[in-house]
């Protein structure tokens, strides 16, 4: 199997569909691509995200990943759990310094740290970090139908995009490959990007939205491309995008024509899709509290998945692995 995070649709064949013909789900219970809701008294939602670790900034990822599709579904993480498996060759104060880097970063985002494991084993060869987030929801969120799971996104809603492509996934290239890039780049250029990293949260856009109708969806793995592909994927409609709107950092540009990748489709976490009717509602909102916003694109009613550029017209590809993955290997 291809390395990354799987497909929409590989998910819904070799995971969701199995379990759907051993057991229904429950009352007040609904599962998505990226998270559970349970819904009692609150409405709970349960995030999990999972990768290796290579430093600190692994760490801040896996978090934020977590805790930002809490926030897409309208929530407010309230705690996280984490989970390390580590490698026998692992040295026991790097583990102390991530697991203080992890409580470092959910003091700052007034997030409670609950329980945290980790274990050694020798078929491992590189660390992973497991961090599920736990929140909760403001609005109903217990459909158990897939392709009514964001109602708000109807053929016709304009289609926005929130921060920059590929931030991420260039901060950690800054972060990881400062010696290589110092070969062509000035330190003050390397130190902007990897100030990327500081931008991993959405949740300055879930607040902005707050009174506003709007659909959030996370761009993670495998770039903006990736997740326009399973938003359509899992609300069973078509989009129209034009490829010149959709925003991208003149650093991004830069170190992605170093290494020789695609930033479209590389790690994107920070930024976000939002689908709505009130698409300059959306932009002002989120002028106001320093987010970048701009329209990309219209959600359609045809199910093809149309990329403009200029006179040329494409079709937008099926999920590829993420370019960081890539070069990394």
């Keep these: 199997m291809r390395t990354g995070r799987y497909s ?7 995971i969701v569909r199995p379990i759907k013909r051993v057991q229904k789900l429950a009352e007040g219970f609904a599962q998505n691509y990226d998270c559970a809701v349970i819904c009692h008294e609150k409405k709970e939602i349960v995030s999990e995200a999972m990768m290796t670790i290579s430093a600190k900034e692994d760490v801040a990822l896996a978090f934020y990943r977590a805790c930002n599709t809490v926030f897409a579904q309208r929530g407010c993480t309230k705690l996280v759990n984490v989970s390390f498996l580590w490698s026998e060759d692992s040295e026991e104060a790097f583990m102390a310094e991530l697991t203080g880097y992890i409580a470092a970063l959910c003091q700052k985002e007034a997030v409670k740290l609950g329980l945290v494991t980790a274990s050694v084993s020798s078929f491992v060869q590189k660390a992973v970090i497991s961090v599920t987030a736990v929140g909760y929801a403001n609005a109903d969120l217990t459909d158990n139908d897939d392709k009514n799971q964001n109602k708000i996104l109807q053929a016709g809603s304009t289609l926005c995009m929130a921060g920059h492509a590929g931030m ?12 290589a890039l110092t070969k062509q780049y000035t330190q003050g250029f390397i130190r902007q990007a990897q100030q990327f990293l500081d931008t991993l949260s959405i949740r300055p856009v879930k607040d902005a939205l707050e009174d506003i109708d709007a659909c959030i969806y996370p761009i993670q793995e495998g770039g903006v491309l990736n997740a326009l592909w ?3 994927d899992g609300i069973g409609a ?3 995008i034009d490829m010149r709107k959709i925003p991208i950092r ?17 790690i994107g ?7 709505s009717m009130q698409p300059e509602k959306v932009c002002a909102a ?20 149309v990329i403009r550029r200029d006179d040329e017209v494409r079709y ?14």
């Design 286 to 305: 989120l002028a106001k509290v320093g987010v970048s916003c701009v329209v990309i694109g219209q959600v359609t009613k045809e199910n093809a998945r």
């Design 238 to 240: 078509g989009l129209d």
């Design 168 to 179: 991420a996934g260039i901060g950690l290239l800054a972060a990881y490959g400062e010696d």
């Design 269 to 275: 976490d920070g930024a976000c899709l939002i689908s």
């Design 230 to 232: 399973n938003y359509a």
């Design 316 to 329: 937008l590809d099926k999920p590829a692995q993420d370019e960081l993955v890539r070069i990394r290997k």
């Design 250 to 266: 003149q650093e991004s540009v830069e170190i992605s024509e170093f290494y020789g990748i695609n930033p479209y489709q590389l």
């Design 8 to 14: 929409y649709n590989a998910q819904q064949r070799s």
